[in-house]
């Protein structure tokens, strides 16, 4: 029985590293293959700098979650039961669509064991136009997950203006108003993103991604500059 469980935990620590080496691998080629990127984003300005269009909607985002949690995320959310804590999230979600003006094809409340995507609050994906968000947290009890996740909705469909607003300036739509080197910055960092177990300092720097932190910021109302409006 000694010798079995021996092997047995061989087992698991030999799975176990050739996971880890596996994902070095995967790891080290996806830097190789974004080098020049990963170089040009180190050298790029870390400070949000927010154009006209993004301030006035985030600013009305603001003001919306001001009207429907006048007393805090928590007073409302506290005594809901799951049912009505999903149905608050989907009107939000659907709210914030119009607000950011945007439209979302496939909208995924999901619930998963599975790494990553268990540990991530939420996560959008322009190829598909999709919004994916993590139920276990929406429905977690802990009030500070539930806050985050109403955020999330925000931060991950600014992620879905980012992509209209490039679409948009190739078929010549609609670009929101944004500078067309912002729009190309947007673009170019779409093509060469760089995911979090990358680089946990150069996911939250390249440009999208600082967008969207800064933008939830405003939304939070925790932005230096526009803290008091």
Known sequence: MIEFGILIAGSFILEYLLKRLSFWHEKHKYIQEHREYIQQLEKMDNEYHPEKPDIETALKCKEYLFQIFPNGIQEKTQNMTHEEIIELFKKIEKDAEQLLDVHIDDIDFYTTEEPPYCNYCGFYCHDEHSFHINTVFILS?????????????????????????????????????????????????????????????????????????????????????????
């Open 141 to 229: 009890r802990i009030p500070e997950l539930i806050e985050e996740q109403v955020y999330t909705i925000f931060h991950e469909l600014k992620h879905a203006r980012q992509w209209a607003a490039i679409e948009g300036k190739l078929n010549g739509t609609k670009d929101y108003g944004y500078s067309d080197e912002q729009i190309k910055i947007w673009a170019e960092n779409f093509n060469n993103y760089i995911p979090v177990f990358i680089s946990d300092e150069l996911y939250r720097k390249q440009p999208v991604e600082k967008d969207s932190f800064g933008f939830e910021l405003i939304i939070k109302g925790e932005h230096k500059t526009y803290v008091a409006q």
